[in-house]
């Protein structure tokens, strides 16, 4: 006998209020997976990360068919790291240049990253310092929704950017 299950294309991984879930559906079998390594206990239909990675939920069918969906999941936080004494973002949003400016308490290095929404790093560089400001030129992207990550020692932040 053959099975055919086809999934829907509007069954996809969430991630709302700190959970990561499958958008629809109940499946007789779950487990989640972070940059491809199983996680030990991850067997329900849903999960709260804890670290930054590419999480995945394989689902079983009662047929037993499997389906792998996926998404990428950056934890930071709103709350500024001890280590940062002044943090400004602007304008934002913005149509051309956003003004990043860092002070630390201390000198230490600093990376800086821009996602867009599917992901994908479209900026990123590093520095050594105490205080940077820098401008990042949003004029070659399309108007969207972005992610700015700063990377610090000791902590991490990030803002949502919003280009016209």
Do not use: H
Not at 22 to 40: K, L
Not at 62 to 88: H, R
Not at 116 to 129: H, L
């Amino acid at each position: 006998m053959i099975v055919e299950e086809v999934l829907s294309d509007s069954v996809e991984l969430v991630f709302v209020n700190d959970t990561l879930r499958v958008s629809q559906g109940t499946w007789p079998a779950y487990q989640w997976f972070r940059d491809g390594v199983e996680i030990s206990g991850g067997s329900g239909p849903e999960y709260v990360p804890t670290q930054s990675g590419f999480y995945e939920c394989q689902l079983t069918t009662s047929a037993g068919c499997t389906y792998l969906l996926g998404l990428q999941v950056e934890i930071v936080g709103t709350v500024l790291p001890a280590s940062v004494a002044a943090f400004s973002l602007a304008p934002n949003p913005t149509s051309d240049f956003l003004l990043l400016r860092l002070e630390l308490r201390r000198s230490e290095r600093i990376t800086i990253s821009l996602t867009d929404v599917q992901q994908r790093n479209v900026f990123s560089q590093s520095y050594q310092g105490q205080r940077l400001e820098r401008q990042i030129d949003l004029r070659f992207l399309p108007a969207g929704s972005y992610y700015l990550t700063v990377q610090l020692e000791n902590g991490v932040l990030g803002r949502r950017v919003v280009k016209n």
